[in-house]
């Protein structure tokens, strides 16, 4: 395992790496499907709907990937736009994370709303890609939550050569001392570090199928988290 460290004033946070067999790269050499652009929304709090803008680099052709966080309260029910589809939606007691997939057709709206049941604190993303596999272009996902510990996600074994691994994470823990170090052979999409609640979306990109990486981010205090990865087949699949 790889391990990187950094000291903050009165914590170490420490970001692992156990790579995989198939070579891993922060840049898409493989042909894989590419990041073009991504956004994030503002924390909102006691909520019962969460509108997030897909920006103006959006083309018809392109997926979409949302990331809709929730905090606190019930399991509510989640009710998506129409269009998008759900990959997965796993959570603990106190942070759900739900990943869902589109493809954006040229009449689409920027901007897509999900509604709750219930009010609950809420923040989101999206990662727009290109070069995807149309109609089904999840290969493979899998998670791992836990309190306290570790902030891990565990390694999933692909089936499609030239996969985009993206990898998710989000926790209830909010230290602004704390900063989190990407490894060197993936891209960090998006590190929202200072919102009440933290997250992160990570990138990179395997030559072959096989055993993705585990990444490991390390945390002094207690808290509940989610990590997920998803991996994205490029159009040729």
Request: glycine residues 8%.
């Amino acid at each position: 395992m790889i391990k990187r460290a950094l000291m903050g004033a009165a914590a170490v946070f420490i970001v692992a790496c156990n790579p995989g067999p198939p070579p891993a790269s922060s840049t898409n050499t493989v042909g894989g499907a590419d990041v073009i652009a991504s956004t994030h929304s503002k924390m909102a709090t006691a909520t019962t709907s969460l509108a997030l803008d897909w920006g103006k680099k959006a083309q018809a052709g392109q997926v979409a990937i949302a990331d809709v966080m929730t905090y606190g309260g019930p399991k509510t029910a989640i009710t998506a736009p129409d269009g998008w589809k759900l990959i997965r939606d796993d959570s603990t007691a106190t942070t759900r994370q739900s990943l869902y997939w589109h493809a954006i057709q040229a009449s689409d709206a920027s901007t897509s709303t999900w509604n709750f049941s219930a009010p609950v604190d809420a923040q989101g993303a999206i990662v727009l890609l290109g070069n995807v596999a149309p109609g089904a272009p999840v290969d493979m996902s899998n998670v791992q939550t836990g309190t306290g510990g570790d902030v891990k996600s565990t390694a999933l074994t692909t089936t499609a050569d030239g996969d985009l691994i993206l990898i998710f994470k989000a926790t209830d823990f909010s230290n602004a001392p704390l900063t989190a170090q990407t490894p060197g052979d993936m891209t960090a999409v998006v590190a929202q570090q200072n919102d009440p609640h933290q997250y992160w979306i990570l990138a990179y990109w395997q030559g072959q199928n096989g055993t993705t990486e585990e990444t490991d981010f390390s945390f002094p205090q207690l808290f509940n988290w989610v990590a997920a990865q998803v991996a994205i087949k490029h159009a040729s699949h």
